[in-house]
């Protein structure tokens, strides 16, 4: 049985800094594409960051340069860095996981999420 589950989201001031965690069970990080989504109240849920089973790391425009995914195989956890946030980027913010995907930051692509973490960067 596959879980997931995020952690390390809150409150920051706008130019602050968090890192998300999405620890799994049940799959290997390594052998799975991975990815974090995120969904601001009356919007669609959108691909912020994804991560391939090569290493190879994608990201939105509207996060390039700011976010960084990463992943500790050891640990089976994935990290999203998140730094200058800005209001905009206040969202429930989610880790997802699947394997052989060709759309990395679609999220009707992925099968396993976690429940969740949420951002609020104040102004």
């Known amino acids: 049985q596959v879980h997931v589950m995020e952690s390390g989201g809150g409150l920051v001031q706008a130019g602050g800094s968090l890192r998300l965690s999405c620890t799994v069970s049940g799959l290997t990080v390594a052998d799975t594409a991975m990815g974090w989504f995120r969904q601001a109240p009356g919007q669609e849920r959108e691909g912020v960051a994804a991560?391939?089973?090569?290493?190879?790391?994608i990201y939105s425009e509207s996060v390039k340069g700011r976010f960084t995914i990463s992943q500790d195989k050891d640990k089976n956890t994935l990290y999203l860095q998140m730094n200058n946030l800005t209001p905009e980027d206040t969202a429930m913010y989610y880790c997802?996981?699947?394997?052989?995907?060709?759309?990395?930051?679609?999220?009707?692509?992925?099968?396993?999420w976690g429940q969740g973490t949420q951002v609020t960067v104040l102004s």
């Open positions: 997802a996981a699947d394997f052989g995907l060709a759309r990395l930051l679609w999220p009707d692509e992925y099968n396993y």
């Open positions: 991560i391939d089973t090569d290493g190879t790391a």
